[in-house]
């Protein structure tokens, strides 16, 4: 299972560190990453980090994201900065061993999916 942590309520400007914790048996596969689906919209990538520790960004967060995984715990972290009110949705957790490890689309190739964890900025 995949569970997330972290999502709340912040002021544009702000940070938030959000963190999806690995449980049960289920053992780290390849590629992991985060989804977001705001308020009527479609859900869209925003980062992916494989194995090897490379990492992908949807343009619309780069330089501002950062997506890191701690192997020996775990865990996916997801550190938001500079939020804007257009970062506000809820944020997945997502995990697979799809062919390229980027967040294309709308998540599709990816197995495994947490419930969410919903980040407001105003």
């Known amino acids: 299972q995949l569970v997330e942590f972290g999502g709340d309520s912040v002021q544009a400007g702000g940070s938030l560190r959000l963190s999806c914790v690995v449980t049960?048996?289920?053992?780290?596969?390849?590629?992991m990453g985060w989804y977001r689906q705001g308020p009527g919209q479609e859900r869209e990538g925003v980062a992916a980090?494989?194995?090897?520790?490379?990492?992908s960004y949807a343009d619309s967060v780069k330089d501002r994201f950062t997506v890191s995984k701690d192997t020996n715990a775990n865990t996916l972290v997801l550190q938001m900065n500079s939020l804007k009110p257009e970062d506000t949705a809820m944020y997945y957790c997502?995990?697979?061993?799809?062919?390229?490890?980027?967040?294309?689309?709308?998540?599709?190739?990816?197995?495994?999916w947490g419930r969410g964890t919903q980040v407001t900025v105003s």
């Open positions: 980090i494989d194995d090897d520790g490379s990492t």
């Open positions: 049960g048996t289920f053992t780290v596969p390849l590629c």
């Open positions: 997502v995990a697979g061993e799809p062919s390229t490890c980027r967040p294309d689309g709308s998540g599709s190739q990816f197995k495994y």
